[in-house]
């Protein structure tokens, strides 16, 4: 056994474990009339409804003796402080210095940050006030129109979630575009709708080294020459976002239209960063920066709080809780807000690539789960498709249901009837409906004898199905910071229990390595090498049917 599972706070959460595993919340809310008052939090007009958690007091102190003895506060001090804690890449883990806003410096290796990142962010609002207000134009003399984002992973997930969820705060003058698939109906699908005088590319790749976004870079550079008939015109119409500065130039990118980052902001991470760029262009520096506003709020929070005041805190260990102790594979969100529709594809690369780890920080192979699978959908949508398995399916799936008290678009009764089926969902999870309720049920619409009791079973939830509930009060720029930030912080928490370094990603470097090797073989027949079967079947497939 590792020393985590052998560890004292470990042992004493088995066992209770074992206590309270067939407890039923119905029977702990019963018992418990504060129960929500106990396990719900408030903090900058942000609820966390933890209440309907298979938990009680000795739970909570309990996971917080895990976070102590793995000593968390010193690890959240270690990163804000710039330690170099993502220890196989060597590097710092600052994303909390791109939204500081406190003033304070950030020092990595003795050398204050913050002049770089003002510096940057400040380059940021002139280039996209710039494009804005039809100042930087482009080859033609014509304002831009369209931004293309070309980035894949963090370079995509992150700025594509934000401007979807901003789409209120966007200009009407400015449309924003995401093409990250390397096949290649992606970007023509995309540059089929547009105009290339009026449009801006920009490059996002933190390696510049990325084989989809460099192809489909390349593919959209083609197209604009061609449109416009010269080269020259790549100097207005595209920018770069990276930390291969180098590489970026080599590309023909007019430096000036080059905004850096550094190797200290890992790629998922990076929305805060100057890949947060078509955020800017989309709805504006100032919305930007409210949106880091918002972050930075959620970080002072995180930094500060009592563990058992901590939002982030006690996610991160109810989700630990699910998954090493009930063993729970899935933990599931269910955004009640159209506009967050990106959210869900945004978190699984935040908490997959960061916390899908098999050894621990030393390279030992752990003998305990570490991260979960990370699904959801959008709210009422998701009802109506696979919740059936959710309340019914022999798996525990723990959710997250986020929603907010005012929509951008109120109209009738739909806010109303969204919020009713949010909390409806929750408490039918936590509730469930018991023989005794479903036969009154059956009995009251008539039915009786051998028919009624061949369809009980059916209609029997068992429940005591584990949720959070987020409720905040629009989803504006700040409130938007704060709930990434939120997510952001509840992975380190888990990464810091289960001694895993969330911030590298060696597992996609292997896929990438043979890719390369595979390719020239697509190209050339005659340059096939020795594959396993499968894969040198497939090939031939490949040539036999182009
Ligand atoms: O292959 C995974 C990955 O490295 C992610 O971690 C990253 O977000 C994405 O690819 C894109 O990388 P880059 O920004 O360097 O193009």
């Given at each position: 056994?590792?020393?985590?599972?052998?560890?004292?706070a470990?042992?004493?959460?088995?066992?209770?474990?074992?206590?309270?595993?067939?407890?039923?919340m119905?029977?702990?809310?019963?018992?418990?009339?504060?129960?929500?008052?106990?396990?719900?939090?408030?903090?900058?007009?942000?609820?966390?409804?933890?209440?309907?958690n298979?938990?009680?007091?000795?739970?909570?102190?309990?996971?917080?003796?895990?976070?102590?003895?793995?000593?968390?506060?010193v690890?959240i001090?270690?990163?804000f402080?710039?330690?170099?804690?993502?220890?196989?890449?060597?590097?710092?883990?600052?994303?909390?210095?791109?939204?500081?806003?406190?003033?304070?410096?950030?020092?990595?290796d003795?050398?204050?940050v913050?002049?770089?990142?003002?510096r940057?962010?400040?380059?940021m609002?002139?280039?996209?006030?710039a494009v804005?207000?039809?100042?930087?134009?482009?080859?033609?003399?014509?304002?831009?129109?369209?931004?293309?984002?070309?980035?894949?992973?963090?370079?995509d997930?992150g700025?594509?979630?934000?401007?979807?969820?901003?789409?209120?705060?966007?200009?009407?003058?400015?449309?924003?575009?995401?093409?990250?698939?390397?096949?290649?109906?992606?970007?023509?699908?995309?540059?089929?709708?547009?105009?290339?005088?009026?449009?801006?590319?920009?490059?996002?790749?933190?390696t510049?080294?990325?084989?989809?976004?460099?192809?489909?870079?390349?593919?959209?550079?083609?197209?604009?020459?061609?449109?416009?008939?010269?080269?020259?015109?790549?100097?207005?119409?595209?920018?770069?976002?990276?930390?291969?500065?180098?590489?970026?130039?080599k590309?023909?990118?007019?430096?000036?239209?080059?905004?850096?980052?550094?190797?200290?902001v890992?790629?998922?991470?990076s929305?805060?960063?100057?890949?947060?760029?078509?955020?800017?262009?989309?709805?504006?520096?100032?919305?930007?920066?409210?949106?880091?506003?918002?972050?930075?709020?959620?970080?002072e929070?995180?930094?500060?709080?009592?563990?058992?005041?901590?939002?982030?805190v006690?996610?991160?260990?109810?989700?630990i809780?699910?998954?090493?102790?009930?063993?729970?594979?899935?933990?599931?969100?269910?955004?009640?807000d159209?506009?967050?529709?990106?959210?869900?594809?945004?978190?699984?690369?935040?908490?997959?690539?960061?916390?899908?780890?098999?050894?621990?920080?030393?390279?030992?192979t752990v003998?305990?789960?570490?991260?979960?699978?990370?699904?959801?959908?959008?709210?009422?949508?998701?009802?109506?498709?696979?919740?059936?398995?959710?309340?019914?399916?022999?798996?525990?799936?723990?959710?997250?249901?986020?929603?907010?008290m005012?929509?951008?678009?109120?109209?009738?009764?739909h806010?109303?009837?969204?919020?009713?089926?949010?909390y409806?969902?929750?408490?039918?999870?936590?509730?469930?409906?018991?023989?005794?309720?479903?036969?009154?049920?059956?009995?009251?619409?008539?039915?009786?004898?051998?028919?009624?009791?061949?369809?009980?079973?059916?209609?029997?939830?068992p429940?005591?199905?584990?949720?959070?509930?987020?409720?905040?009060?629009r989803?504006?720029?700040?409130?938007?910071?704060?709930?990434i930030?939120?997510y952001?912080?509840?992975?380190?928490?888990?990464?810091?229990?289960w001694?895993?370094?969330?911030?590298?990603?060696?597992?996609?470097?292997?896929?990438?390595?043979l890719?390369g090797k595979?390719?020239?073989?697509?190209?050339?027949?005659?340059?096939?090498?020795?594959h396993?079967a499968?894969?040198?079947?497939?090939?031939?497939?490949?040539?036999?049917?182009?």
């Amino acid at each position: 056994m590792s020393k985590l599972t052998e560890s004292p706070a470990w042992q004493a959460l088995r066992l209770h474990h074992a206590a309270i595993e067939n407890v039923h919340m119905r029977q702990m809310f019963g018992e418990d009339p504060a129960r929500f008052r106990k396990f719900s939090l408030e903090f900058d007009r942000l609820l966390f409804d933890y209440s309907k958690n298979r938990i009680n007091d000795q739970t909570v102190r309990l996971l917080i003796e895990l976070a102590e003895q793995a000593r968390l506060p010193v690890w959240i001090e270690r990163m804000f402080g710039g330690d170099r804690i993502n220890n196989t890449e060597h590097r710092a883990a600052l994303h909390t210095a791109l939204r500081n806003r406190s003033g304070r410096p950030v020092p990595v290796d003795g050398k204050d940050v913050m002049p770089d990142v003002l510096r940057v962010l400040g380059s940021m609002r002139r280039f996209s006030d710039a494009v804005r207000n039809g100042e930087h134009r482009g080859h033609t003399g014509k304002a831009i129109t369209d931004i293309v984002n070309i980035g894949i992973g963090g370079s995509d997930l992150g700025p594509q979630m934000v401007c979807e969820s901003l789409k209120p705060y966007a200009a009407d003058n400015l449309d924003v575009h995401f093409v990250s698939n390397i096949d290649s109906s992606h970007l023509t699908d995309t540059l089929n709708r547009l105009d290339a005088e009026t449009t801006l590319f920009i490059v996002s790749s933190k390696t510049f080294t990325t084989q989809e976004t460099i192809t489909n870079a390349r593919s959209a550079r083609a197209w604009l020459v061609e449109r416009l008939g010269n080269e020259h015109a790549v100097a207005r119409h595209f920018a770069a976002v990276s930390t291969n500065l180098e590489a970026t130039s080599k590309f023909g990118i007019n430096p000036e239209n080059v905004f850096e980052f550094w190797d200290w902001v890992g790629g998922r991470y990076s929305l805060w960063s100057a890949i947060g760029l078509p955020i800017a262009l989309y709805v504006g520096m100032d919305r930007f920066e409210e949106l880091l506003g918002g972050a930075h709020a959620m970080d002072e929070h995180f930094r500060h709080a009592p563990l058992d005041k901590n939002i982030p805190v006690l996610m991160g260990l109810l989700g630990i809780w699910y998954g090493n102790f009930f063993k729970a594979d899935t933990n599931t969100m269910f955004p009640y807000d159209q506009h967050l529709h990106r959210f869900p594809a945004y978190l699984q690369q935040l908490d997959m690539e960061s916390n899908g780890k098999r050894v621990d920080r030393d390279g030992q192979t752990v003998d305990y789960d570490t991260g979960l699978i990370v699904w959801g959908e959008l709210g009422s949508n998701g009802q109506h498709a696979f919740f059936q398995l959710i309340h019914q399916g022999t798996r525990l799936i723990p959710s997250d249901f986020l929603a907010p008290m005012h929509s951008h678009h109120p109209l009738g009764e739909h806010h109303a009837i969204m919020m009713a089926n949010c909390y409806a969902q929750t408490e039918a999870l936590m509730l469930g409906k018991t023989a005794e309720e479903a036969r009154a049920e059956l009995k009251a619409q008539g039915l009786q004898g051998a028919t009624l009791e061949a369809l009980l079973p059916h209609k029997v939830f068992p429940g005591n199905k584990p949720t959070n509930t987020l409720l905040f009060d629009r989803l504006d720029p700040h409130t938007l910071g704060m709930l990434i930030a939120l997510y952001e912080h509840k992975v380190f928490v888990q990464s810091v229990v289960w001694n895993i370094n969330p911030f590298d990603q060696w597992g996609v470097e292997l896929g990438k390595q043979l890719a390369g090797k595979i390719l020239p073989e697509l190209r050339d027949a005659a340059s096939a090498s020795s594959h396993d079967a499968s894969t040198s079947s497939l090939i031939d497939y490949y040539h036999q049917h182009r």
